[in-house]
Every structure is written in C-alpha cells, then in structure tokens.
C-alpha cells in the first residue's frame, strides 16, 4: 500500500485514531496570517469592477461554454470575489469562535469562497506576458490590499506553457493564474490532517473562478499535472513548506499571441534560471512546525506530476431497481453570482426543521454538486426534512440539470439521529437540517489508475462541490455548511461503502434557518 492510500485509510479513520498532531493544541497566540505577505515587493492596486445583472448563478453553474476574453477589470474583479475581503459579519451561531468575533484583532472577514476552518492557506500568483495591461512578471495577490504584488520582472510564459505542457490548454497564452498552498498556514491547527483540507480548499477556489467567470460568459480550465518543482523554482518556494497545485491559463483580450521570445523555454537556459522569484514573504509565527504526515504526502503527489492522464469515470453503476423519488426540474437560480459569493456563509447551527425544504429547492443543490464534482464524485444523501421526500439515506442517479435525476432509496427512517452521533463537534444541529450532501469517491481505486497525485484530484472535486452547493444555496436563500469532523467509518457502513469502493470525503448540509436570528453585517466593498 502507497504513501496516498495509506493517508486515505488514517483520513476516513481519524475519529477513532488520531493523525499526527491531532492532540496538539495550536498555539492561537502565535498563529500564522490568512495568506503570505511580501512587505518590500512594490505594490499596484487592481480596479473596480462593474457588475453585470445577466451574470447570474445559473449561468455560472449551468450555462454554456464561453468564449470572451479577460481583461484586467474582470481578473479584478474575479479575484475579489472569490478570494478577497468583502465584508465582516458577527452573526450569532454554534460555532466555537463566537466569543471571539466581536474583537478586531480576531474578526471574521468574509469570502466568497469557503476555506477548511476559515483559515485560506491558498496563495494567488499572477504570471504575465507581454500581451497584458502589467510590466510582464510575476504577481502575488495581495488578499487584505486587494493589490498585486510584483515579485519578479520578466517575462516568464514560456516556462509556464512548458511546464504545462498542454498546447491544447494554454493555447499560446502568456497570461496565468497559479494557485500555491503554504501548508503552515493550514497544519498550524489540522496537523497531519491538514493536507486532505488544503486539496479540498484548492477545489472550492478553482470552482469559484470557473462559476464566476462562467457567469461573465468566460471559460476557465486548470492544469492539475504539471512540472511542479520546475513552477516551485520559478516561484522560489521551499519544496517542503508549500506547493502548487494548480495552473490556470486565461484567455486575455487583444492578446495578439506576442510573448517574449527570448524567455521561451530551451532558448536561453541562462535567462530562465535567471528569471525566478527572490523575495521571499515576511512569516507571521515566531515558531513553525513540519510534519513528516504532510511531507511524505506532498511528496507521493509529486511522482509523475507532469503527466497528462485522461480524467477517469469511476462512479460506479447504480442499481436497477429499488424504491425511487423522482426529482423535479430544479428551482432557478437567479441571483446575480456576485451577490450569491457575498451571501455565502456557514450556518453554524442555525437549521429549522419546522420549515423544511422544498423538493425543487434540493434538486438545485443537487443540479449545483453535479455540474462541479464531475466524473470523480457520485452523491449520497441523508434527508431529513423535503417536502415530498420520506427520511432517509437515498443514492443520487440520473442528471437532475437535464430532469432526469432521482433519489435511490438506500435506508429508510429519520437520519437524524444516525447523523448528530456520528458528528463529532457541536456546531451544527444536523437532525434539524433539510437534507446531508455526501459526496463519495472510489479514492483507492483513483490512485491506482493516476497515481498518488490522484488524491489532489479526488479532493478538489469534492471541494468543487461543496462550494457549488454553498453558492446555489445563498442564491437559494437556503442555509449551508460543510464539515469535515465526522466518523467516516461510521458513513461506510450506513450507507454501505465497502461494497463499492468509496469513501465518503464531506457532508455538506443544506436547509432551512431559524427567521430573523440575530446577525451584524459590514460590508467591505
């Protein structure tokens, strides 16, 4: 058994057996910032976006495949969005850091996108070209300035496209996004656990830009297998403390196809090697721990990284038969994406039962998980209050986007009490939910077929889900929260695992909230 499959097993297990570090208590007054800080590089501040009122939700879950271009408004506004400061909220909820909130050393700022313990491990770099509105170089986004940060002069594409190595992706652009993880920043509370949530925060980042930019009738794809330690020298990062995990090739507007020459890879290996980023960023903690858990993983997902294996299909049949509950066409999402991304929060134990969900109302958040996690996921549920839905544990089958989906009855009776045991924190009221998303995938078997770099692969996509869910139910008006603290062991055998293969990854739970709870809201943009 691998490196990867061995972490699979001591993940789906860490109620029962704690990881490496899991007992240690973070040192919160030496805790690490929410994202790197580069304190001497020169900084140029991004411009305001103007919204359009037909980039809605839907269109960015559902839509059809865009074709325009970015321009440096529309990075801007992407990346504030997704990933930046937009507002800061004090709401009464379960969650542990309450009493904190109110004190602005410990404010909870908001994102559109969420993050595993709210913690944004994930690191924006921008590499331009000379067919972009900046000095071609390389940039850090600087989440609390919204601004970009030049970390090198020079233009660096070429190597880009050739760690890539997919023609066909980057389609001679000279204009990327590069999304990097400094673990620290993530391990310094989650430990040896801590690289299972950071794959799954790269996930829900990626989604994000691909439904934002969906909306604004743009395409985004990502490079997952690259040549990680050639883009880890460009960026000059220790191949220990943090990775990069994903290459986003963007499609600029009026790019005439006019890169640097000299800085095509093979043509000056002198130049290339000069080219890379010094700076370094300026850490937080005065002490900082490794561990050997995260370092033997990242390591596993580093064996055959610039390969390009086809994107596997390894849900398994569902089925025939068994008692069914067809799915209706699911209800629209109509509000504008970036409205939806300032709505998105955690309920925190926030669930009313007494007003449950309706049917067409989880047929979106279904519709949503399916248009993210892909091939690589397949959908169980846990339903607690739907109108037209007995309780119960249900498979998803079918494509509820194009009505053909419906719920497989696996177990009947109320779930509730099966969930709350078998969640292991006190923040969420789960039996008061509408419903329990769990997207499962056959994790063992994607690792034999890719490789240990599979792991990355199986997370993001259910990180992809998780933050389509919470769009679709801010624009539903519904509320949500994913939560890794539960006994995957216990999952298993619920909903009979074992037979297929698949481990269940999150539970992402939806429904109705408690009306007029108390709530305090600023927002930043």
């Given amino acids: 058994m691998g490196v990867a499959h061995e972490y699979a097993e ?19 007054g030496d805790q690490p910032r929410t994202g790197k800080y580069y304190p001497t590089a020169a900084d140029f501040p991004l411009p305001r976006y103007r919204a359009v009122p037909e980039a809605t939700t839907q269109r960015g879950l559902f839509g059809p495949r865009g074709t325009g271009a970015f321009s440096l408004p529309l990075l801007s506004g992407m990346l504030q969005d997704s990933h930046g400061l937009l507002s800061r909220r004090l709401a009464v909820h379960g969650n542990a850091n309450l009493e904190t909130l109110p004190w602005y050393d410990r404010a909870h700022w908001a994102r559109g996108t969420a993050s595993g313990g709210g913690l944004y491990p994930a690191t924006v ?5 000379a067919s972009g509105p900046m000095t071609p170089g390389v940039y850090h986004y600087d989440v609390q300035q919204h601004a970009m940060r030049r970390l090198l002069t020079g233009d660096v594409s070429g ?3 050739a760690a890539v190595g997919d023609d066909e992706l980057t389609g001679g652009t000279d204009q990327f996004l ?3 993880v400094k673990f ?19 996930g829900a980042l990626l989604q994000s830009w691909r439904m934002w930019a969906g909306a604004q009738g743009l395409h985004l794809g990502e490079a997952l297998w690259f040549d990680e330690p050639r883009l880890g020298r460009l960026l000059g990062l220790g191949p220990d403390e943090e990775g990069v995990f994903a290459v986003v090739p963007l499609r600029w507007a009026g790019d005439g196809g006019g890169t640097l020459r000299a800085a095509e890879s093979g043509e000056s290996g002198e130049l290339i090697e000069a080219l890379r980023v010094r700076i370094t960023d300026q850490e937080q903690s005065r002490s900082t721990l490794g561990f050997d858990t995260v370092r033997r993983m990242h390591a596993a997902t580093l ?3 610039a390969r390009h294996p086809a994107r596997p299909d390894l849900a398994p049949p569902v089925p025939a038969g068994g008692e069914r509950t067809p799915l209706p066409v699911p209800s629209a999402l109509t509000l504008p994406i970036r409205a939806a991304l300032r709505a998105r929060c955690s309920s925190f134990g926030r669930y009313s039962g007494q007003h449950p969900m309706e049917l067409e109302q989880l047929a979106a958040m279904l519709a949503a998980a399916q248009s993210a996690g892909g091939t690589v996921t397949r959908l169980y549920v846990f339903v607690n209050h739907v109108v037209g839905v007995p309780p119960g544990s249900y498979l998803l089958d079918g494509r509820v986007a194009e009505g053909s989906g419906n719920l497989r009855l696996v177990k009947a009776g109320a779930p509730g009490s099966f969930l709350q045991r078998s969640y292991t924190m006190h923040n969420y009221n789960l039996e008061q939910t509408g419903a329990v998303i769990v997207p499962a995938v056959r994790v063992p078997a994607l690792l034999d077929e890719v490789g240990g770099r599979g792991y990355r692969l199986a997370n993001a996509a259910v990180g992809a889900t998780a933050q389509a869910v919470y769009t679709a139910a801010a624009a539903a008006g519904l509320g949500c929260g994913a939560a890794l603290a539960f006994d995957g062991a216990a999952y298993t055998q619920e909903l009979g695992l074992a037979d297929t293969g698949e481990l269940p990854l999150l ?12 709530d305090y809201r600023y927002e930043v943009v």
């Fill in 184 to 202: 620290w920043l993530n391990t310094f509370k989650y430990a040896g656990f801590g690289y299972h949530v950071v794959t799954m925060d790269v």
């Fill in 159 to 161: 190597e880009l496209r």
């Fill in 303 to 305: 064996v055959d990284a």
């Fill in 178 to 180: 590069i999304l990097g």
């Fill in 10 to 28: 001591a993940v789906l297990h860490r109620t029962r057996s704690p990881m490496e570090g899991d007992l240690r208590k973070p040192d919160w």
């Fill in 507 to 518: 539970i992402i739970a939806v429904g109705q909230e408690r009306p007029d709870a108390a």
């Fill in 125 to 129: 770099y921008w590499a331009g070209g």
